[in-house]
Structure formats: structure tokens, C-alpha cells
């Protein structure tokens, strides 16, 4: 039985968490009510909570957090033929309005209407209420069904693993080829093991401490310790002064950018997936890129690529077991967001289990 009110962790205000006890949402036409089994705390989570986003994030207080989740579908919205109660799911944190220009094209985490409720856009999480409580409602545009043998909290990669497959699509994976990934943190991990399951050979990653090593477990060929050597200088070494045919930038640093430009081969590409402090950002020759013919995509979220994410989690392409390294109960969330954000006992995905 569905109970009328939950338990939720409130942002109240800038760095300040509650849990409260707020309704039960209820089911529009076209969405599932889920019960929420795991929410894995995003590196962009801190950013809303410190305010790094406040002319954006959140749309006001108090307001519910979290978007990388699964759950189970407790009941089905009018119109709703694609779900029944008791399936698994994993969702998605953007649904976009169905019929601006970009979400015609399926470029839905571009949508036009962006943060305009009335026109049926939701970004769950970010603009609307998100996961970090016992249930709420999902458009079923923005959820995908999982099997069984995904576990919940490993299923919360499925955003997670899904932003580092689009920004591998938009640039390729040569077979094999070189590829060299900037951070070893979980969407950089979730890349790793993505592009050699597409046939990259030889996979460099740079970070460095724990991280690094993680990485080395998963399957990096070579691992750069940046604090240790100069990672460009190592990058062309490994290439013979080829340059990697493909550079995923997944760590947000800003001096990543101009180092990716400087590692990419001839003709390559680069895929910036983190989130920049742009001020800080350098770029090493405006001209190379010019005469090179480096192709440099910017890489925003996760679209139409869940269902072969989850597909990839299937067939054991990737894994999460050395991704995701800490659980919390949501009455613990304080505590989860310190073991993340301070990375304690080796922490690198913390998931909350409601």
C-alpha cells in the first residue's frame, strides 16, 4: 500500500540538509510513480548544494536533490502503456518538452523550453524535485527497465556510465586505437571500461592517487600520475609523438582542457565531458587546432543511450563493483555527501538506499 506521506533529505538552504516528511506525490497522466531503491550522489550535487549553480540550481527551498536513481514502478499514470507495477527501472534526469526543434531531432538534454514546466520539460533533480526521498514520479520518457540481474545501486550508474557513452559517440573510439581519459573518477571509469569494450586497444589514464590505481584493476593500459610527471610528455612517450586518436576529458580540471589538446593526435578528437571553471581555462594554440584538424565536441548529459548502457551492465562490459564503494540510508545522506565530496575510505560513487 502506498502511504500518503515519505521521508525526503530537504535542501533547506545552501550546505544545509534536512529530513522531513513531505506527500506522496501524485501520478500525472504519462508517468509512473516509483519507489525509490538506490539514488547515487553526482559530482554536480555539491556544486547546487554550495551554491556554484545558484542563478540556475536549485529553483527554490526546500528542495529535493538527486538524479542518478532506480527504483520499482508502484503505480502507473493514466495513458501509461510501457509499464507495469512491480518492473525495475533506472531513470534519466532530462525529459524535455517532446517538440521544440531540438527535441524533434532527439536532442532532448538540449531542449528549448528548458526549465519551463508548463511545456512538459523536467529536469529531475536540477529544476524539479529529484530522488532523495522514498518515491516520486517519472515521466516514462525518462526511465528504462532493467533486468534482475542488475542490482539496484550498480543500476544507478546507468546515468553515470550513460554521460561517458555520449561523449564517446560524439567523437568515436578507433578500433584499435589510442584512447587517453582524463580522471579517473566514476564517469571516467565508466569510460574506461566502455572504450575498450568498443575496441580501443590501448586505454591512458591520468588522475592520480587511489583513483588511479582503481583504474589500473579496471583494465587501464597505462596509468599517469600527474602529480608525479608531466602527462603530455608521458602521452606522446607511450605514442611515439602520435598523440591519442581519441581524448576524453572527464574530470572538470580546467588545465585538463589545454593538455588534451596538446595529447590528441592529428586528426583527432576530443570529447569535453566535465564541468569547467572556465576563468581557469588555457588553450595552448587556437592555431593547432586549426592545423591539426582536431575535432573538439562538448558532451552534455546522457541522451538515447540508457537502454545500451544497460545493456552493457548486462553483458558484463561494464561493472560497478569498484565503481560504486559506499551505501547510506537516506536518513544518513549528511554522511554520504561528506564520504563523497571528501572522498573517505577510498570512496568514489556513495549510493543512498531509501
Partial sequence: ?????MKACLLAGFDKFEIGTVPVPEVAPGEVLCKIKAIAIC?????????????KWPPRFPFILGHEWTGEVVETGAGV???????????????????CENCVKGDYTLCLNYGKTETGHR????TVNGANCEYNSFAVKAIKKIPDSLSFAHASLVDTAGVALHGIKLVGITPGGTVVIYGPGPIGLCALQIAKGMGATRVIMV??????QVAKEIGAD???????EDPVKRIMEITDNMGADEVLECSGAAVTVGQSISSVRKGGS?????????????????????????????????PNVSAEVIRMFEKGIIKGDKVVTHRFPL?????????????????IKVVIEP
Avoid: Q, W
Wanted: net charge neutral; glycine share 12%.
Fill in 1 to 5: 500500500m502506498i502511504p500518503k506521506t
Fill in 207 to 212: 588522475g592520480r592517487r587511489h583513483r588511479l
Fill in 123 to 126: 529536469h529531475y533533480g536540477f
Fill in 222 to 228: 597505462y596509468i599517469i600520475d600527474f602529480e608525479k
Fill in 270 to 302: 576530443i570529447s569535453l565531458i566535465g564541468f569547467y571553471h572556465d576563468a581557469d581555462v588555457v588553450i595552448p594554440s587556437a592555431t593547432k587546432i586549426v592545423l591539426d584538424e582536431i575535432g573538439i565536441k562538448g558532451a552534455r548529459a546522457n
Fill in 81 to 99: 502503456t510501457e509499464f507495469k507495477v512491480g518492473d525495475r527501472v533506472a531513470g534519466e534526469a532530462h525529459k524535455g518538452c517532446g517538440y
Fill in 331 to 347: 536518513a544518513k545522506y549528511a554522511e554520504a555527501f561528506d564520504t563523497f565530496i571528501n572522498r573517505k575510505d577510498g570512496a
Fill in 43 to 55: 559530482g554536480t550535487d555539491p556544486e547546487i548544494v554550495n551554491g556554484t549553480h545558484s542563478n
